[in-house]
């Protein structure tokens, strides 16, 4: 009987042994979660090209209804010397909408008003919507606007201003890509379709008052209580005397929403124009010492006390900008996706904008 007793009580573990099991179970585990993460995160960067491929078809079906490719709801005002940034009413994802299969999103909306002016109700609706192709699942930082305004983690690029010879800004050398004022043919489009950027990732904006405070340089119609400049259609007017071509009086805020304490507009929204932008590089590059073009100022995250994403063309505001590791997905004009990397020389990401310069560049030059 006692020797039944010890051979039973043989048979359990001891506690070295199950320390030993644990250490092995810890150490599995250690090599198995950098592969599961990695893994999760190819997975959203697919679907992050997936929603751009998603853009891009909606782009494309609509140059195929107009004979002309959308504006990007902001472009070059080429009548102001130098030539300027101009707003128009809509943003370009305002646009496609009806071609996102979205028609009871967009149906309700006035086009003829700011998306968040209280005249016209319908349109806080509409843009208060979440769009998934609109939003990439890798954003990490993404917080719910304070006003439940839809958001994108998406920039149609409309200009760049980096010179072609520093690879620095320089205003006066600014030319426009795909996107203009008004719209316009593929034919202008002289560099190709397929070497052509149509949009850039840019998923570290926020509202002004949230973190990381990313501030835009341009006034909103609303907040600025109508004297806010726009687009037209061959020069800039207040939003005043917009509406009041229309035979419209502008309303004002939405009751219960926010205005940023700036009075300028939110780029992150999809419905705001302003959600485009020009490539300038970042402000704290030097000729030969460039920061990345891409991804640029990204720690810490904030942006660094001389380029703070506050300031226009730090970190993600107005640049591109993305949580993958060490570069952004793009969109082309002919609807392809791609990844590029984020030390990609500041003089090839100006040939990807530009739709005319014509001048080439190798496809060796676009490292991952």
């Not at 004002?252 to 926010?258: I, Y």
Request: hydrophobic share 35%; glycine share 10%; aromatic share 8%.
């Amino acid at each position: 009987m006692n020797a039944r007793r010890i051979r039973q009580a043989r048979t359990g573990m001891s506690l070295v042994e199950f320390m030993v099991v644990i250490s092995v179970l810890g150490l599995i585990l250690s090599l198995l979660l950098p592969a599961i993460q990695s893994a999760r995160e190819t997975g959203r960067r697919t679907r992050c090209l997936n929603n751009l491929r998603s853009q891009g078809q909606a782009i494309l079906q609509f140059e195929q209804m107009h004979s002309r490719l959308p504006s990007a709801g902001e472009g070059t005002d080429i009548t102001q010397n130098p030539p300027a940034t101009a707003l128009e009413m809509q943003s370009l994802y305002t646009k496609l909408l009806d071609y996102l299969e979205e028609d009871y999103t967009v149906e309700p909306m006035n086009f003829d008003l700011a998306y968040n002016d209280d005249a016209w109700p319908q349109n806080q609706t509409a843009a208060k919507t979440s769009i998934v192709p609109y939003l990439c699942p890798s954003n990490a930082i993404r917080i719910a606007d304070p006003d439940r305004y839809g958001l994108t983690d998406y920039m149609p690029v409309v200009y760049t201003d980096i010179d072609p010879v520093t690879g620095i800004r320089n205003p006066a050398t600014r030319m426009d890509g795909g996107f203009r004022l008004g719209g316009t043919p593929v034919a202008k489009v002289l560099d190709g379709m397929s070497r052509t950027v149509a949009i850039f990732e840019d998923a570290g904006r926020a509202f002004e008052t949230i973190f990381p405070n990313t501030v835009s340089q341009y006034a909103d119609p609303v907040f600025s209580g109508g004297s806010a400049p726009v687009w037209n259609g061959t020069s800039q007017v207040t939003y005043a005397q917009w509406c009041a071509s229309k035979g419209m009086t502008s309303g004002g805020l939405p009751a219960g929403d926010t205005p940023t304490p700036s009075g300028r507009r939110v780029m992150n929204r999809w419905a705001e124009p302003a959600c485009a932008g020009g490539i300038s590089g970042q402000p704290n590059s030097t000729q030969g010492n460039w920061i990345d073009p891409i991804n640029g100022n990204s720690l810490p995250t904030g942006g660094p006390p001389n380029c703070p994403w506050s300031q226009t063309n730090c970190g993600p505001n107005e640049e591109p900008w993305s949580w993958h590791q060490k570069g952004s997905n793009v969109l082309m004009f002919d609807g392809a996706a791609r990844f590029i990397g984020s030390r990609i020389d500041p003089r090839v990401l100006r040939k990807l904008v530009t739709a005319d310069e014509q001048e080439p560049y190798g496809d060796n030059l676009v490292p991952e």
